[in-house]
């Protein structure tokens, strides 16, 4: 079974810093570009990372410059470490799988993990 | 603000159809990108409902179905179940932001 399983969540004060990790089964993360997406408040989704199969990282504005994605082929796993963090960042960061056929710019998410949440708060 | 919008609630009687937009602008679906829909059940993670407009992945019932046209696209479910009581997403890109965008998401009630 193909399955993506998040950690690393939790209760943070502002400016501290949280490394999420993603394991996968049934798949390799190296085979596929990999990506964070975040849900706040429970309905707004928003893409905050993504690591291509070469190598390549990208970041939304918002957390540029303060969280690094990476991956760890090794152990099959997809990390975001996020530093100086804020009550904006207090979400669901789901680990997802991308795909496109037509160029990056056509990317959707096909497997989706369950999710850890992120709390900032003092 | 999302850059995609999305009715926030739609409903419909079992067995109706209903349908759920997503309009956007000339710098994301009026340029041509793909757009993909995502159904998020209640306290679950989004799962891939269609993919590159009107694709659907193996397992998603034909009862959904999607196209697109000029800066918007639409979600359209048929034969309405209480089963499809859940949130409903769409996904482009933006050419000006530069990266993968969402819609805010709209929550279908089934009466």
């Known amino acids: 079974e193909v399955q993506l399983v998040e950690s690393g969540g939790g209760l943070v004060q502002p400016g501290g810093s949280l490394r999420l990790s993603c394991v996968a089964s049934?798949?390799?993360?190296?085979?596929?570009?990999m990506h964070w997406v975040r849900q706040v408040t429970g309905k707004d989704l928003e893409w905050v990372s993504g690591?291509?199969?070469?190598?390549?990282?990208y970041y939304a504005d918002s957390v540029k410059g303060r969280f690094t994605i990476s991956r760890e082929d090794g152990k099959n796993s997809l990390y975001l470490q996020m530093n100086s963090l804020r009550a904006g960042d207090t979400a669901v960061y789901y680990c997802v799988r991308a795909r496109h056929l037509t160029g990056k710019e056509n990317t959707w998410f096909d497997i989706w993990g369950l999710g850890t949440p992120v709390t900032v708060s003092s | 603000q999302s850059v995609l919008t999305q009715p926030p609630s739609v409903s419909g009687a079992p067995g109706q159809r209903v349908t759920i937009s997503c309009t956007g602008s000339s710098s994301n679906i009026g340029t041509g990108y793909d757009v993909h829909w995502y159904q998020q059940l209640p306290g679950t993670a989004p799962k891939l409902l269609i993919y590159?407009?009107?694709n659907r992945p193996s397992g998603v019932p034909d009862r959904f179905s999607a196209s697109k046209s000029g800066t918007s696209a639409s979600l359209a479910i048929t034969g309405l179940q209480a089963e499809d009581e859940a949130d409903y997403y769409c996904q482009s890109y933006d050419t000006t932001l530069s990266n993968v965008v969402f819609g805010g998401g709209t929550k279908l009630t089934v009466l």
């Open positions: 049934g798949l390799g993360i190296r085979s596929r570009d």
């Open positions: 590159g407009n009107t």
């Open positions: 690591i291509a199969i070469a190598g390549d990282t």
